[in-house]
């Protein structure tokens, strides 16, 4: 199993461009989610899924969008890219089933808004 | 709403000493709680868990963590550290319905030889 993986692992923006981060695992984990990872702060939700056709928000969902249409794939979308932006970004799943199951995490996209 | 502490920045020790790594939480209700570690330019990489039960958790690569409920802690152990073991570490805890995972801010390890 490749698990959970990302692209692309780097990419830079100018303010005000859109883009999507991919995400996609391949162990029909029902649960899918997206963090991003600033110093100091350690990793904040931005939005999770909790299966095909159902996200929400997590604690810092201002400014993406996130759809998920398949039980596979669950991508990131930046609506108009910001500096604030900045940051490495990690897409994780989890078998379904609340509160016991550990995330397992894909290697992140470093992404740099100018 | 849930949080967690990690009070120390950074951890410094010596390779065959013992290492502690500290985390204080808050939640309602029963706590989920989580470590996880991450190598440089690495994604995040799950080392054990609490669900219920001893309050003594072995996890991954002789990590151990002790839930203490009175205190709200879930500090991670290790006996005797190595080199290896130099990464960032990352407590977390999940609420009730299991849907959001909220971090510490990380605590960066640094065992020298």
């Known amino acids: 199993n490749a698990g959970v993986t990302q692209t692309p692992k780097f990419q830079v923006l100018k303010t005000g461009q859109s883009m999507t981060l991919q995400c996609a695992q391949d162990m029909n984990h029902e649960y899918m989610s997206w963090y991003r990872q600033d110093p100091g702060m350690g990793l904040r939700l931005i939005h999770y899924?909790?299966?095909?056709?159902?996200?929400d928000q997590g604690e810092v969902p201002n400014g993406y969008n996130v759809s998920r249409s398949t039980t596979e794939d669950f991508p990131l979308r930046l609506l108009s890219a910001a500096p604030s932006q900045t940051s490495v970004y990690f897409c994780?799943?989890?078998?379904?089933?609340?509160?016991?199951?550990?995330?397992?995490f894909g290697p992140g996209t470093r992404l740099t808004v100018t | 709403a849930q949080s967690v502490a990690q009070p120390e920045d950074q951890v410094n020790v010596a390779e065959g000493n013992p290492l502690t790594v500290k985390c204080t939480y808050s939640v309602s209700g029963n706590p989920y709680l989580f470590w996880y570690v991450q190598y440089p330019n690495r994604g995040l990489q799950f080392l054990l868990k609490y669900i219920t039960g001893d309050n003594l958790v072995k996890g991954s690569y002789g990590f151990e963590a002790e839930f203490n409920k009175s205190q709200t802690s879930f500090h991670l152990k290790k006996p005797s550290a190595l080199v290896s073991d130099s990464a960032l570490y990352f407590c977390?805890?999940?609420?009730?319905?299991?849907?959001?995972?909220?971090f510490g801010g990380g605590t960066r390890l640094m065992v020298k030889p």
């Open positions: 977390a805890v999940r609420d009730d319905a299991g849907n959001m995972l909220t």
């Open positions: 994780a799943s989890s078998q379904t089933g609340g509160q016991t199951y550990e995330q397992y």
């Open positions: 899924s909790v299966g095909a056709g159902i996200t």
